[in-house]
């Protein structure tokens, strides 16, 4: 099957500086990717999930020449991201850093035509361009207002028509819905699924497991520079087979999420602070079962459950059942099954 | 596989540099303060050393003057030494920091995912430099030879503009190599008054490079806006040109104009590889 993006065993390994004090530090190594393999077809809606810090922006970056892998290789249009550079550049709209890739002195429309020269567009072409993607993303009132008076909902919308402006063949987006309101975000979505029945592949990360869903064509999850996981929305929840969820909220000790881990028949428990209460998510074969013993282990640990249901499987619980942790920024782990 | 529907072309990467030239002129029109206090700052910057000329020299200060440098005319030769200095600490400044005001605004990695040589970008922010310095010094040295009383249309003119034009390539060359550093150290600020410092008495804005110890001298006359000043001030008050003949210091300038732009264009290029060869150009 033809490709449109294609990794080959790509890795990247940083080397940080770790400060040990004022005058004090030390190289690290860190394998922000190891050796990751994929196919994202033409036409294809293909969505990257991990928490913060799984290597999404980094292979994001490789796949947009921004930094260079220390291994593997990587095509994007059928163009090397090392040896045909400026190709993939042509090749990709990117969205990346949110509101901050904007001039924010220059008006909605001066930065459209800005980004429009560096994408090689001749000047003739530049304000009709940047029209159209103003009034795609209906910004038409704040076209000729500098970028500093929008909101942070706007500056967004204006970075995605960034990304828009060279109508490239591949859009590349890096969570484009963070800071819009749920209505923003769900016009910006439909105007993705509009792009993408144009025939135009999309790469989106997302950390929302709900928007990967009604979105994504396929998933791939990435966990500490390693896809985990890789298919179908549908055959990535069926995959959990047996195992179902069960979703505990309440003012819950570590020991008393311990002995849940402990109990016969649960694979994972992955804690989580949610409202300022502790969320456990516990994978096991069947919760109905499970109910029960589940409660008086709860109480006998003095735990305060305020909510306790069976869950439909989610991409999420996915994620759990693969890693023992939740994609919510301050998880830990507590249990690998 | 798609066509991809804009190609770059010769004229396509000029409409990069004007772009880039362009969108400077749009920001800073949006300060207007700022355009003043270019204006204002040659003038000060010179008028510090020719009232102390005035206060400590009293009525021997032009005969001593004229010992040292060849010139009795003090004023008009301090006035052409800050308005030079204003062109360029304006490169160092517009041109050199242009990675680090990138990075600062955010927007460096959005212009990296460009197909884009950045280096037709940074000739655009040289261009949008040049022109803003240029408008501010001449005006500088117009409005403080009105003040100060010296005749600014004085000796060869077309020589000395011939000499600012000659020193505004090399000088390029130089703020590549100085973005570079900043692009590496990613500090700017007191690299850039460091710079200035330097700059200043390298060029010798205030004293001939005569004055210098020998070693200093070496490197003044490796520095490309020596010439260049010097060569208008031996155009207009004939100080004096280091071989003799303006054509040959002239040829000397355009050596720089040859070599400075390519080894500076060269390092950045090796700079920037490097960078994204580990944290990326985000990272600051």
């Known amino acids: 099957m033809e490709t449109e993006i294609r990794l080959s065993h790509l890795s990247k390994t940083y080397s940080p500086r770790q400060r040990k004090g004022l005058f004090k530090s030390e190289v690290r190594t860190v394998q922000a990717l190891k050796d990751v393999s994929l196919e994202i077809h033409p036409g294809e809606i293909f969505g990257l999930l991990g928490p913060n810090g799984a290597g999404k922006t980094t292979l994001i970056k490789c796949l947009t020449t921004l930094l260079l892998p220390s291994a593997g290789d990587a095509w994007v249009h059928g163009y090397h991201i090392v040896k045909e550079e400026n190709l993939v550049r042509s090749s990709v709209g990117c969205m990346l850093m949110g509101e901050r890739g904007l001039y924010w002195k220059l008006t909605g429309i001066e930065n459209l035509e800005f980004f429009a020269a560096l994408y090689h567009i001749p000047p003739a072409d530049r304000r009709r361009r940047a029209r159209e993607i103003i009034n795609l993303l209906e910004l038409q009132d704040l076209a000729d207002r500098t970028v500093e008076t929008y909101s942070s909902g706007q500056k967004m919308k204006l970075a995605f028509g960034k990304a828009l402006i060279n109508d490239a063949p591949v859009l590349i987006l890096d969570e484009p819905t963070n800071t819009l309101d749920v209505p923003s975000a769900r016009e910006l979505r439909a105007v993705v699924r509009q792009l993408n029945g144009q025939g135009k592949t999309v790469l989106y990360t997302t950390h929302i497991m709900s928007e990967a869903e009604t979105l994504c064509d396929r998933v791939a999850i990435i966990d500490q520079g390693e896809v985990i996981a890789m298919d179908t929305v549908e055959e990535l929840k069926a995959s959990m087979g047996r195992e179902q969820v069960t979703q505990v909220e309440g003012v819950i000790s570590s020991q008393a999420s311990q002995a849940v881990e402990a109990l016969p028949g649960v694979s994972r428990v992955a804690i989580s602070a949610v409202n300022g209460t502790t969320r456990l998510t516990v994978v096991a074969e069947n919760t109905r079962a499970l109910l029960p013993r589940l409660i008086e282990t709860l109480t006998a640990h003095e735990a305060v459950v305020q909510h306790i249901a069976p869950q439909e499987v989610t991409l999420e619980d996915v994620f759990v059942a693969k890693t023992g942790r939740t994609l919510a920024q301050d998880t830990r782990v507590i249990g690998h099954g | ?284």
């Open chain 2, 1 to 284: 596989m798609v066509e991809l529907l804009y190609q770059p072309s010769l004229r396509s990467k000029l409409g990069v540099l004007l772009a880039s030239a362009r969108m400077r002129l749009i920001t800073i029109s949006r300060y207007r303060g700022q355009l003043a206090l270019d204006l204002v700052m040659p003038i000060v910057f010179a008028a510090m050393p020719i009232l102390l000329g005035r206060a400590t020299g009293g009525a021997a200060a032009a005969d001593n003057f004229l010992r040292n440098t060849g010139t009795a005319n003090y004023v008009a030769y301090m006035l052409i030494g800050s308005s030079a200095f204003t062109i360029v600490t304006y490169a160092f400044w517009h041109t050199g920091y242009w990675v680090r005001w990138e990075q600062e605004t955010g927007t460096l990695e959005a212009i990296y995912l460009a197909p884009t040589n950045k280096l037709w970008l940074v000739a655009g922010v040289a261009l949008y430099s040049m022109l803003r310095s240029l408008i501010s010094a001449t005006a500088a040295y117009l409005i403080g030879s009105a003040i100060f009383h010296v005749n600014p249309f004085q000796g060869e003119l077309l020589i000395a503009v011939a000499f600012v034009v000659s020193g505004l390539v090399p000088l390029l060359g130089v703020s590549f190599l100085f973005g570079a550093l900043i692009l590496k150290l990613k500090q700017a600020n007191a690299l850039v008054n460091l710079m200035q410092w330097g700059v200043t008495l390298l060029m010798g804005v205030f004293f001939p490079v005569a004055v210098f110890p020998p070693m200093a001298r070496v490197l003044a006359w490796l520095f490309p806006p020596t010439w260049m000043v010097n060569g208008v001030r031996s155009a207009l008050l004939g100080v004096g040109f280091f071989f003799g003949r303006w054509y040959r210091d002239m040829a000397v300038l355009w050596a720089f104009m040859l070599i400075a732009p390519l080894l500076g264009a060269w390092v950045f290029a090796r700079v920037e590889r490097n960078i994204r060869r580990n944290a990326g150009m985000g990272e600051y």
